[in-house]
């Protein structure tokens, strides 16, 4: 099993490199100017030059490059062009709402949605697997900032049961946390709940009828122990890749829920960073949602290690 994660891990530090000069390449060679951002409308080129000067934008693509590129190995992702804060300080602090979110979405999604799938699979056929499947295109159709209207509208402005803006830190207590956590944490979740449970359910129906499947009913075991022992088990490899799949989407910020419900997360400052082309920051951004792509899909290949034993080596 070692050497497969090894195997994998290296294959990664290509994929990355790739990612580090699509980044650099598709920033540098679109039109604007960044010392024109910073400087304004009012200054002069004198001014303009300097500003170039000092950023590097002056020298051949191929030294920013391997300048911004050996400052990136060391843990530098640059200064931001309009704020002159450090890159890593200004995604620190907009990490913890994104990854707050994250995790309260898609632990609600799979604890909804695995058991939901189950069941459909289990009854297919039935008006249990109908109304499942319904459900699924339902949270499919309606777009989140819908969702998350009705919700604000229903929850924080009739009912006044729920705030209906804000993030605070679950530093600063877990019930003023989750009761800001709670409204995004439903709007987002209903596409992910649709997504895991017609996977779950398409998965369990290609193993249900498997041999060992039968062969488990005909030892006598109880359906649930077949269920959840035999064919979820089998059934849980493109399960997992979407869940997988789906944490890293949401770790890189869900701009539309993030400005619905006021969040100060990764998908505002992305965005905010592109519409004023501060470069540093829109390639800090990518390049740290790249690698936690790797790592979701490293993670997900030591729970295929656990689930196929036919890999580990």
Same mark, same amino acid.
């Given at each position: 099993?070692?050497?497969?994660?090894?195997?994998?891990?290296?294959?990664?530090?290509?994929?990355?490199?790739?990612?580090?000069?699509?980044?650099?390449?598709?920033?540098?060679? $679109?039109?604007?100017?960044?010392?024109?951002?910073?400087?304004?409308?009012?200054?002069?080129?004198?001014?303009?030059?300097?500003?170039?000067?000092?950023?590097?934008?002056?020298?051949?693509?191929?030294?920013?490059?391997?300048?911004?590129?050996?400052?990136?190995?060391?843990?530098?992702?640059?200064?931001?062009?309009?704020?002159?804060?450090?890159?890593?300080?200004?995604?620190?602090?907009?990490?913890?709402?994104?990854?707050?979110?994250?995790?309260?979405?898609?632990?609600?999604?799979?604890?909804?949605?695995?058991?939901?799938?189950?069941?459909?699979?289990?009854?297919?056929?039935?008006?249990?697997?109908?109304?499942?499947?319904?459900?699924?295109?339902?949270?499919?159709?309606?777009?989140?900032?819908?969702?998350?209207?009705?919700?604000?509208?229903?929850?924080?402005?009739?009912?006044?049961?729920?705030?209906?803006?804000?993030?605070?830190?679950?530093?600063?207590?877990?019930?003023?946390?989750?009761?800001?956590?709670?409204?995004?944490?439903?709007?987002?979740?209903?596409?992910?709940?649709?997504?895991?449970?017609?996977?779950?359910?398409?998965?369990?129906?290609?193993?249900?009828?498997?041999?060992?499947?039968?062969?488990?009913?005909?030892?006598?075991?109880?359906?649930?122990?077949?269920?959840?022992?035999?064919?979820?088990?089998?059934?849980?490899?493109?399960?997992?890749?979407?869940?997988?799949?789906?944490?890293?989407?949401?770790?890189?910020?869900?701009?539309?829920?993030?400005?619905?419900?006021?969040?100060?997360?990764?998908?505002?400052?992305?965005?905010?960073?592109?519409?004023?082309?501060?470069?540093?920051?829109?390639?800090?951004?990518?390049?740290?949602?790249?690698?936690?792509?790797?790592?979701?899909?490293?993670?997900?290949?030591?729970?295929? $290690?656990?689930?196929?034993?036919?890999?580990?080596?």
């Amino acid at each position: 099993m070692a050497g497969y994660l090894i195997r994998r891990l290296l294959a990664s530090i290509p994929v990355m490199g790739v990612v580090a000069l699509f980044v650099f390449l598709l920033l540098r060679l $679109t039109p604007g100017d960044p010392a024109a951002i910073i400087a304004g409308d009012t200054a002069t080129p004198e001014q303009l030059e300097r500003i170039r000067t000092s950023l590097g934008l002056n020298e051949p693509l191929v030294t920013q490059f391997v300048t911004w590129l050996g400052k990136i190995l060391q843990g530098d992702l640059g200064v931001s062009l309009i704020s002159n804060v450090p890159v890593l300080t200004m995604i620190g602090q907009r990490l913890e709402p994104t990854i707050s979110i994250a995790l309260t979405t898609i632990v609600l999604a799979v604890v909804v949605a695995v058991p939901l799938g189950v069941v459909a699979a289990w009854k297919q056929g039935t008006w249990i697997d109908r109304c499942v499947m319904g459900l699924s295109v339902l949270g499919f159709s309606v777009p989140v900032f819908v969702i998350g209207y009705v919700l604000v509208q229903v929850f924080a402005i009739d009912l006044r049961w729920l705030p209906v803006q804000g993030f605070r830190s679950i530093g600063k207590g877990v019930w003023p946390f989750f009761e800001r956590a709670l409204l995004p944490t439903l709007a987002l979740s209903f596409i992910y709940i649709a997504l895991i449970a017609r996977m779950t359910r398409a998965s369990m129906l290609d193993v249900l009828g498997e041999d060992y499947v039968r062969t488990a009913r005909a030892k006598g075991l109880t359906e649930r122990r077949v269920l959840l022992t035999h064919a979820l088990r089998n059934a849980a490899v493109p399960v997992i890749t979407v869940i997988g799949t789906g944490f890293g989407l949401l770790i890189s910020g869900v701009v539309v829920t993030e400005s619905v419900f006021n969040l100060p997360g990764i998908g505002r400052l992305t965005v905010d960073a592109v519409l004023a082309r501060d470069y540093p920051v829109i390639q800090g951004v990518i390049l740290l949602t790249s690698a936690l792509y790797v790592a979701i899909n490293l993670l997900i290949d030591v729970a295929y $290690t656990f689930l196929d034993p036919r890999i580990r080596y």
